[in-house]
Each structure stands twice: as structure tokens, then as C-alpha cells.
Nanobody, 126 residues
């Protein structure tokens, strides 16, 4: 059974930085796409970024391009989301997600991801 465990959330002032981690276990991840999504109170879950585990594409939402960087450590089965220049509107619960296969056109769609972590809260104060 695939398990995803996020860590690294917290409270930070606007302009600050945080790094989220997602530790994956229970699967062979070479064929997986690993994504980060977020959900603010009263809003739908939205795509943040995705990385193909075995190389290939990296994708970002327009709202985070140039500020967030996704990366992976294959030896540790861990995916990271470095978040810089944080804004109050980045406040949300951040979720790690994983899926196998599928079209690149659907990488931003939460329902296409089979596995999810429990989420980690990120709060950016103004």
C-alpha cells in the first residue's frame, strides 16, 4: 500500500520561505507522477506542482511559477516543494499526491491522483 507523508508546514511571514517534504513508501515510484496540491478554507483543492519521478516534466501552476520549486530525491523516495516569496494567499493545507500513468493534460486534476497524504498546514501572515 502506497503511503505519502508530508512534513515541513508551519507559520511564516509574507516574503518568507518554507520547504515541504513528501516521503513515499510502499510502491515502486519510477513510473509515478508526484504532485502537490493545496486547499484553502472554503475553496476547492487546486494544483500547485507536479514532477515525473523518472525524469521528464515538471509543471507549475501559474500562481507559483518563479516562487516554488519542486524536486525529488530518488534515493530517499522523497519529493520536496521549496516555497519562496510566500504570500498570504498561499495559506492552505498542502497535500502530496501520486498517480501512475495518465495524460499530461490531466496532471492538474486532483481526481486523477490515486494516493494522497494527510496534508500539512501552511500559514503565511501579512
Amino acid at each position: 500500500q502506497v503511503q505519502l507523508v508530508e512534513s515541513g508546514g508551519g507559520l511564516v511571514q509574507a516574503g518568507g520561505s518554507l520547504r515541504l517534504s513528501c516521503a513515499a513508501s510502499g510502491g515502486t515510484f519510477s513510473s509515478y507522477a508526484m504532485g502537490w496540491f493545496r486547499q484553502a478554507p472554503g475553496k476547492e483543492r487546486e494544483f500547485v506542482s507536479t514532477i515525473m519521478w523518472s525524469g521528464g516534466g515538471i509543471y507549475y501552476a501559474d500562481s507559483v511559477k518563479g516562487r516554488f520549486t519542486i524536486s525529488r530525491d530518488n534515493a530517499k523516495n522523497t519529493v520536496y516543494l521549496q516555497m519562496n516569496s510566500l504570500k498570504p494567499e498561499d495559506t492552505a493545507v498542502y497535500y502530496c499526491a501520486a498517480r501512475i500513468g495518465g495524460s499530461t493534460m490531466s496532471l492538474t486534476v486532483p481526481i486523477t491522483y490515486k494516493y494522497w497524504g494527510q496534508g500539512t498546514q501552511v500559514t503565511v501572515s501579512s
